[in-house]
């Protein structure tokens, strides 16, 4: 049968929507994919820990962009064929049409997204988890009738097609542009962002390392040991922490560890002096007194900058704390906490373990922990 112009665009206009609806539909899930895995790679692969916003902003107005054709794609195909154009045209040809009644599976779906979220707003315990169950089977639902109705009228408007023998029009040169333009957008938005964020991690690396370096060359003037992290070898967002041994670790674990920041700021000072239960009080005070004079020595030697001028200061062990040691059990622990003049936090304590537990493995040491807030 013979068709006027108007009706084979309207055929085709019927076969080519539903395509490029599937098609917005599909890449709403792919983009969500692309986007994740372009922010991993910007936190894992290039050790970015700065949120990068405008790609988050791109994404969504691709996410949206693609829900409109989707949207316009799917009304105006099923309005079209419920108009009287449609109608009249299929009565012509007497071909059977699909008219699938969704109504029930809708309700549905609706009702499992509103009774989840419910459960999940009042719900406590299990009743939450199941909330957030039924919450997502009404999503899936919802996804699934849109796609059983999206092929139904593609199925309908195919038959019609087939009938006229009119060609089934191709959507690729529509789906292409759809696909790669907005994928290309947001890749190349996340290139420069990756290229500055390498220039940021290297110019970190390159601060972090000026301290750090600096800090194992003082220490290797006086200490028996120096460790330190590179951080040419690896990046750490954390920072990097150099310690001092003041002896061999078979004879005593005193050290000072000062923990650097990627800005070459120190952010953190721990002095460590380990204490020998077998010996009195009266050594242990002495050696305590004399290993963090050493200790801090270091640290003021080294002449380095911190976050907070608390972090170079020196400190002297609280009067309360000195005499709770000296006349303490070596198996109680002490704890105090100060606040320095700068705000940092600064922790002065006593570690060991109960008497029951102490072997051979265990330790006791006291340790000022200085930290910038």
């Not at 962009?65 to 794609?73: A, G, K, M, Q, T």
């Not at 071909?95 to 009644?101: A, E, H, S």
């Not at 109705?149 to 292409?176: G, H």
């Amino acid at each position: 049968m013979t068709l006027s112009e108007k009706e084979e665009k309207l055929v085709r206009k019927y076969n080519l929507l539903p395509q490029v609806a599937a098609a917005s539909l599909i890449m709403d899930f792919v983009m969500c994919g692309v986007w994740l895995i372009l922010v991993m790679v910007d936190d894992i692969v290039f050790d970015n820990r700065t949120f990068f916003s405008m790609g988050l902003y791109v994404f969504l107005a691709i996410v949206v962009f693609y829900l409109l054709i989707f949207l316009y794609s799917m009304f105006v195909t099923r309005f079209g064929m419920s108009a009287r154009a449609w109608k009249e045209l299929v009565q012509k040809l007497d071909v059977w049409q699909d008219n699938g009644d969704y109504t029930g599976l809708v309700a549905g779906a609706v009702g499992l997204g509103a009774a989840g979220r419910i459960l999940g707003e009042y719900g406590k315990g299990a009743a939450k988890k199941i909330g957030k169950g039924l919450e997502a089977a009404g999503a899936v639902g919802a996804i699934g009738i849109t796609v059983g109705m999206n092929w139904e009228m593609l199925s309908n408007a195919r038959r019609v097609a087939s009938v006229c023998n009119i060609q089934i029009p191709k959507a690729k040169k529509y789906v292409i542009p759809l696909v790669l333009v907005p994928l290309a957008l947001l890749v190349g938005l996340y290139i420069p962002e990756y290229a500055d964020s390498m220039r940021v991690v290297k110019e970190e690396k390159q601060l972090a390392a000026e301290t750090v370096y600096h800090l194992q060359e003082e220490f290797e003037k006086t200490c028996y040991y120096v460790s330190a992290d590179d951080p040419f070898e690896e990046y750490q967002d954390y920072g990097y922490s150099v310690y001092g041994y003041l002896y061999d670790f078979d004879e005593q674990r005193s050290y000072l560890s000062v923990r650097v920041g990627n800005d070459g700021l120190v952010t953190e000072v721990i002095y460590h002096v380990e204490l020998d239960i077998q010996k009195s009080k009266q050594e242990n005070m002495a050696l305590l007194e004399k290993d963090l004079k050493r200790l801090y020595g270091l640290l003021s030697e080294a002449d380095v900058r911190a976050a907070s001028e608390d972090l170079l200061r020196e400190y002297a062990l609280p009067e309360d704390f000195m005499e709770t040691l000296a006349a303490g059990s070596y198996y109680d622990e002490i704890n105090i906490k100060e606040e320095g003049q700068d705000g940092s936090s600064i922790y002065f304590s006593y570690v060991t373990e109960p008497e029951e537990e102490y072997d051979e493995y265990s330790a006791s040491y006291v340790s000022i922990s200085i930290r910038a807030n």
